[in-house]
């Protein structure tokens, strides 16, 4: 093109929004393939691990969720009082100020002092309750066509009410009544493919979000397996990553592979042993005394474990100035999405490295 000139960003925007999350796998694939064929990345080696990314939420406890709740309920019950005639003379309002005042007592409750905390969770859930029941019924009498004339922030705000307000309330009481979360209680009202992750790790608490399977081949590219599930569990990750290898370059190029601990089952370990063109593979065994391997055994053990390690900074550097790390995306979609370009994002940095010549060789 000429004269040629920069999109403007909203253009940008524009295209990435129209590519689905698995044209943006395809692509960060791809680049591996690429990088490949040009000599600078090896196939014949893989190491997998997992990572987190982060959803576009608020910390999903139950009293920020129950306030906002109560804002959602309240400002859909605004525009109905305010554009709907036949609402306009009803007497009843949600106190959002008594309700944030039964959170606040709750966030500065004593801490020292753990009957507190349910105490003043009660009484925040019963104000909220209280508040919502207030004109929640009203909304029953909505008509299609009233809500088809609504803004659309106004009518998501009307669905989540409908899908979330009485199911989350309930899971709430029974958690006050019980002390046993719900399972599959909500953590957020806009998203729903978010779980909770708590890999003990020192330096991060809980983690509320989606998993990546990430294998690196030799030259340092990250190849993405598809996120078939929220959770993406290691034990059941291992065959797909493997197929996803196969898929991009062939059966029988793999010859080695390393994974940690969180990879390992008796049915992982027949499947590797069972694999066309693998000569060695390291599937950590949780509690494994190297000492009973022979010195071969263990010096290759050794050197698979060092090598898988390296898969961590890598993790690292695609999350940095990507949305790998936590998404800034408001749809299940668009964050799925996010976290693959953020992984052909890093591989297209690393091939451009490559072609500049910065400090690297052609792998041969």
Known sequence: MNPWYVPDHTKIEAFRSRLSPETQRH???TIVVWA??????????MDIDSTVQEAHIAYPSDAHLMVHMTLLVNKVWMYMKQNMAFCTD?????DVKAVKAKAKAYFFRDRTEPADATATLQSLW???FTQIGHVRKYFDVLLDDDIQHMPWNIRRSLDQVNEYCSTY????ASFLCRG?????????????????????KAAKGLQFGRAFQLGRIGGNFLLVAACTSIRMEDKAAVRPMIEAHQVLFGAGVLTSAGMDKGYYSGDNREYLQSLAGLKEYCLQQPGLDTSTLSERDAATYTRLVDRRAGIEPLISHAKQGGQ????????DETTLAAGYSAIGGFNLRQL?????????????
């Not at 490949?36 to 080696?45: N, R």
């Not at 309330?169 to 709430?172: A, S």
């Not at 790998?324 to 749809?331: F, V």
């Open 90 to 94: 009803f007497i009843p309002s949600v």
């Open 169 to 172: 309330f309930l899971h709430v």
């Open 126 to 128: 019963h104000e909220a």
């Open 180 to 200: 046993v979360i719900v399972p599959g209680k909500a953590l957020s009202f806009h998203a729903q493919a978010v779980s909770c992750f708590n890999k003990g």
């Open 36 to 45: 490949t064929e040009l000599g600078f990345a090896d196939p014949s080696t």
């Open 27 to 29: 692509v960060a694939n």
């Open 324 to 331: 790998l790390g936590q998404s800034r995306m408001k749809t």
């Open 352 to 364: 451009i490295r490559y072609l500049l010549g910065k400090d690297r060789k052609p792998i041969g």
